[in-house]
Antibody
């Protein structure tokens, strides 16, 4: 069965950096795009970033563009999110989420499996 | 950016009754719309994609409809496990955007 397990969350001071990881199993990691989605405490969902199945393209939400970077290591079946210049408003549970679409021709993107999430708290 | 607006924010329903949740997009999303269910402490679960297709293992009491800018999620007879928050999401264009959610609570 599909499993996505996030790690790397914690408490970090404003302006510092943090890297999240997401270990994937139960599907062919190299053929699916993967996303990060976050949820601030008591709030709704916000899409953060996407990386294509082959790592050749990526997309970012406006609130993180230029500060966050998504990457993947196919040999380790692992997704990463490098978060720099963190702000208090980045405080959230960060989920990795598998795209529904396999391969390169996708009619849009949505999420068919989600991890349990990892909490990032940005506070001094 | 396509703005997604859900209504109502909270819906109070008795078990066994039906519920209708609405989602409006600021421009047409051409049925590229999904619904998720989220229970406390859990990640979201995919319910409906392409506006009206149920995901795997989703009960038939959940149905989706709509087109253009207006979409609806209907739960025909609420069971105890259906009390949760429901989100719509458009996948017509980047950035992917969600509605603010509708909380379905027990009346």
């Amino acid at each position: 069965q599909v499993q996505l397990v996030e790690s790397g969350g914690g408490v970090v001071q404003p302006g510092r950096s943090l890297r999240l990881s997401c270990a994937a199993s139960g599907f062919t990691f190299s053929t699916y795009g993967i996303h990060w989605v976050r949820q601030a405490p008591g709030k709704g969902l916000e899409w953060v970033a996407f990386i294509s199945f082959d790592g050749g393209s990526s997309q970012y939400g406006d609130s993180v563009k230029g500060r966050f970077s998504i990457s993947r290591d196919i040999s380790k079946n692992t997704l990463y999110l490098q978060m720099n210049s963190l702000r208090p408003e980045d405080t959230a549970v960060y989920y990795c989420a598998k795209d529904y679409c396999s391969g390169g021709t996708c009619y849009g993107h949505y999420f068919d499996y989600w991890g349990q999430g990892t909490l990032v708290t940005v506070s001094s | 950016e396509i703005v997604m607006t859900q209504s109502p924010a909270t819906l109070s329903v008795s078990p066994g009754e039906g519920a209708t949740l609405s989602c409006r997009a600021s421009q047409s999303v051409s049925s590229r719309l999904v619904w998720y269910q989220q229970k406390p402490g859990q990640p979201p679960r995919l319910l409906i994609y392409t506006a009206s297709t149920r995901a795997t293992a989703v009960p038939a009491r959940f149905s989706g409809s709509g087109s253009g800018t207006e979409y609806t999620l209907t739960i025909s007879s609420l069971q105890s496990e259906d009390f949760a928050v429901y989100y719509c999401q458009q996948y017509s264009d980047w950035p992917l955007t969600f509605g603010g959610g509708t909380k379905v609570e027990i009346e």
